[in-house]
Every structure is written in C-alpha cells, then in structure tokens.
C-alpha cells in the first residue's frame, strides 16, 4: 500500500496502456484518485484515453505498467477479478448492454449471481425494489426492445446498483439520450450518488454531466493534463428530487 493510495477508494498509480502494436500509447503514466462519495467527471477529446483509463479503473482491462488500487490494496494481487468487480463496482454504458431476451427484472439480476448468495426469490425482490427506485417498477416485466432508450437507461442504472456497490463508472451515460431524457438521467443519477453516498467516476464530452461533478479531470494524449484539485470546487447543480417517468 502507497501513502496516496490510503487516502482514496480507488487509486491509479502511474498507469499505462499500449495498443496493440506499439504504435498507439493509449495512457501515458496516469495517475489519479477518486474518494469514497465524491462525483469526479473525465473530460476530453476523441481518442484521448477517457474510456480505456475507465476500463482499467473498473477492472475490464489490466494496464501494461503502474498499478490500480482499490481501498488502499493493489488489484494486480488478486486473484478473484471478476466476483471483486461484481460486488464492489457497478458500470453504466452509453448502449445499455441489456440482454434482449431477459425482462428488465431479470436483467437486473444478472449480477446478484456474482453478488453474495441470495435464494431465487431474494433476487426478484431486490430488483424490483432497484426498479422502483429508477421509476420502472411498472415495467419490470418488459423486455429492452419494449422499453423506450430513456427506460433502457434507467434499466441499467438499476442493473449497476444490483450488488450495492462503492463505486459506479459511467461511460458517456447520456450520449444515445435525446436532451430531455438525458435530464431526467442524469437528475437521477446524481440523486442516487447522492443519497448512496457513491463514489461515481464519469466519462462524458457534455458539460451538462460535467457541471453537476465534485471535480473534474481534462485529459489530452493519454495523460491527466488538469486533475481537478487546483480550483475550488464545482459548485453542484441540484437534482430534481421526483423520479420522472421517461
């Protein structure tokens, strides 16, 4: 464990990614914390390393050098990825990857079998309550391709939250979300870092997610050119506190 490392809930130190000639240097030595219950949004153009360092963070993808650290603890150490990565992270994508045969309660299931043991009727239980909580109890029973993109959405936003998680990374969450819906996600969203106290790390181009953040990270050329922490805080714009139907 590094000193910096013990001071936030997830720690990258010095990381680095190469595609897959050689030729691409997807992140040039990274290093970046985020702390237990604050919003941190990543912005920056095209092609600068915004999703690839979220998908070393979330544990989708291991760096070529440095070290992600998870409460203090490298993860390069542990041997368990895929169930640590269930239980302590949830993910929000921009195209949702909702099973299209699955009804949205059972789409939210599907990381609880990650989760700890919860009997068949437990499962069903706290989806539904996850899907009450989006505003989409009503359509529980609903398969994505009947649901609307802002219903997707919330789905998933259910789905990430399914294993109570510390920490929730959202890659572009309201980029295939019309300007209204892409409100009422995001009045959700922060809402739920709000009251869950989770740590939520974004990669976003819209300055509308980029306003509502603690901090906020500029990256250019695979390296954090701006951390956030050199002005004083972004003063948080207030989320709606009624879930709206989208």
Same mark, same amino acid.
């Given at each position: 464990?590094?000193?910096?490392a ?6 990258a ?12 240097n ?11 219950? =604050? ?15 979220? !998908?070393? @963070?979330?544990?989708l993808?291991r ?8 409460? #203090?603890?490298?993860?390069? $150490? ?8 269930? /239980? ?12 299209? $045969?699955?009804?949205?309660r ?15 009727? =437990? /499962?069903?239980?706290?989806?539904? &309550? @996850? *899907? ?6 009503k359509?529980? #029973?609903?398969?994505? *391709?009947?649901?609307? %993109?802002?219903?997707r ?13 510390? @920490?929730?990374? &959202?890659? +572009?969450? $309201?980029? !295939?979300?019309?300007? +209204? !819906? &892409?409100?009422?996600? @995001? ?7 709000? +009251? ?5 790390? %974004? ?9 509502? &953040?603690? /901090?906020v ?5 695979g ?6 922490t ?12 009624? %879930?709206?139907?989208?």
């Amino acid at each position: 464990m590094t000193d910096a490392a013990a001071s936030y809930l997830l720690y990258a130190a010095g990381v680095r990614k190469t595609y897959p000639d050689g030729a691409v240097n997807a992140l040039n030595g990274v290093t970046l914390g985020v702390r237990e219950a =604050e919003y941190v949004a990543i912005t920056g153009p095209s092609g600068c390393g915004k999703s690839t360092l979220l !998908n070393l @963070l979330g544990v989708l993808d291991r760096p070529d050098g440095g070290e992600v650290f998870f409460k #203090g603890e490298p993860l390069s $150490t542990r041997r368990d990825l895929d169930r640590f990565r269930a /239980r302590q992270i949830g993910f929000v994508f921009q195209s949702f990857f909702l099973l299209p $045969t699955l009804t949205a309660r059972e789409n939210v299931q599907v990381p609880m079998f990650e989760g700890p043991p919860l009997s068949a009727r =437990e /499962r069903a239980k706290k989806a539904d &309550a @996850l *899907l009450d909580l989006v505003g989409m109890g009503k359509r529980a #029973g609903h398969r994505p *391709l009947q649901l609307s %993109v802002g219903e997707r959405q919330r789905v998933a936003l259910a789905r990430a939250l399914a294993n109570d998680p510390a @920490l929730l990374l &959202a890659d +572009e969450p $309201t980029g !295939n979300l019309d300007s +209204e !819906n &892409a409100v009422r996600v @995001l009045d959700l969203l922060t809402t739920l870092q709000k +009251e869950r106290r989770l740590a939520l790390l %974004v990669v976003t181009h819209s300055d509308d997610v980029a306003k509502r &953040a603690d /901090r906020v990270v500029r990256m250019k050329d695979g390296q954090v050119v701006d951390d956030g922490t050199s002005r004083a805080p972004v003063p948080r714009q207030a989320a709606s506190p009624q %879930v709206s139907h989208v």
